[in-house]
Structure formats: structure tokens, C-alpha cells
């Protein structure tokens, strides 16, 4: 009869006492553990999704023009002076210039009187005398400058005439203009400044 109670008891009444302490000490352990968790701060958050870079706001900067080189040149040529070497005969001597460039006539220098004493052999042109020209060059163009002139002697007449080349964006060396052979009968050197401007 006895043995059938023991029987009938639960079986967690026959587990030892230290294992049923055992065991609510754990369920005990783990409820606190949670609520530690929760309450100080330490439930685990949610990652926060990165938030993108600002990108940088991307303005377009026009590249530098590049220097275009120029299409031509405006070139202006102006005597300065006229140096007499040899005017041709034992006093002074009349002559007349004409100045062309590329063919075409830039001015002309009325009759005047030269000599090649010391005291005169420098001549600058005169007010009313017309003395400048002006022409175009393309780069890498070369011009020649041609000088004619004529004495204005009753007999004898000389010619003379002589030229230079003029390069674009370069100043045009002076022009040496011989009469005769090697400047016999007149020789003279003109000095021209040159202005240049690209266009």
C-alpha cells in the first residue's frame, strides 16, 4: 500500500533538494541578466544606417583658353633717317626715292638735295614729306622692301635701288641703295622703324 503512494508522487518530488535549488537559481540568473540588459542600457541597438558623404557640389570650370596664335600682322613702317655714303657727285646731289612693299607702293620722297659731307651726311625726312607705309603678313610671310631712286641731274641721270626683306613679327633691317657699280654714283642706307601688331 505504501509503495503504491511513493509511486504516486510527483517525480519533482523526488528529485534532491539542491537540484531544484540549482534550478530556480538559473531561471533566476537569467531574468536578471535580462532585465540588466534592458534597463542599463545594454539591449542591443539597431545599426544605424550610414548616412551617405555629402558629395561635394561639382561645378563645371571652363578649361583656359589657349592663346590663339594671330592670323596676320598689321605692320607700319616708318623712316627714320637716311644715311648718305655717297651722294653721287662732288657737291650735293637731288634725288628721289619711291618705297614699295610686296609690290605695292607705300610712299614716295619728293626731290631733295644730299651730300656726303660729314656735317650732312645724316638726313631725317621732312615734315611735309610723306614717310611711312603700312602692309599685312601672315605668319611666316616674308616681304621685300624695295627702294628706287633717281637723281635729278640734267645730263647725266642715275638710278639707283636696293631692298631687304621684311619678316613677320621682326623689325625690317635697314636698306642699303646703290647707284652705279658698288655705289659709285650714289649710294645710301635707309633706317626704317617697325611697328607690328597682331591681328
Known sequence: MSGDKDEDK??????????????????????????VREIGGFKEKPAAAPTPAAQP???????????QAPSRYTVLLTLQRIEVVNDGTNGSTAWTFDVSAGGEDLFELPARDY?????AR??????SDPSMGQVVLVPGQ???????GRSAGLILKAHAS?????????NLPPVRVLAGDNGRDGE???HFATTTTPQ
Do not use: C, H
Open 10 to 35: 510527483r517525480w519533482y518530488t523526488r528529485v534532491p533538494a539542491i537540484s531544484i535549488a540549482l534550478v530556480a537559481f538559473l531561471v533566476a540568473l537569467t531574468t536578471l541578466i535580462n532585465n
Open 122 to 127: 645724316i638726313v631725317s625726312p621732312r615734315t
Open 188 to 190: 645710301f642706307i635707309f
Open 162 to 170: 636696293g631692298s631687304a626683306t621684311l619678316r613677320a613679327g621682326q
Open 115 to 119: 651730300s656726303d659731307a660729314d656735317d
Open 57 to 67: 557640389a561639382v561645378t563645371a570650370t571652363p578649361a583656359p583658353a589657349k592663346p
Open 142 to 148: 616674308e616681304m621685300p622692301v624695295k627702294i628706287g
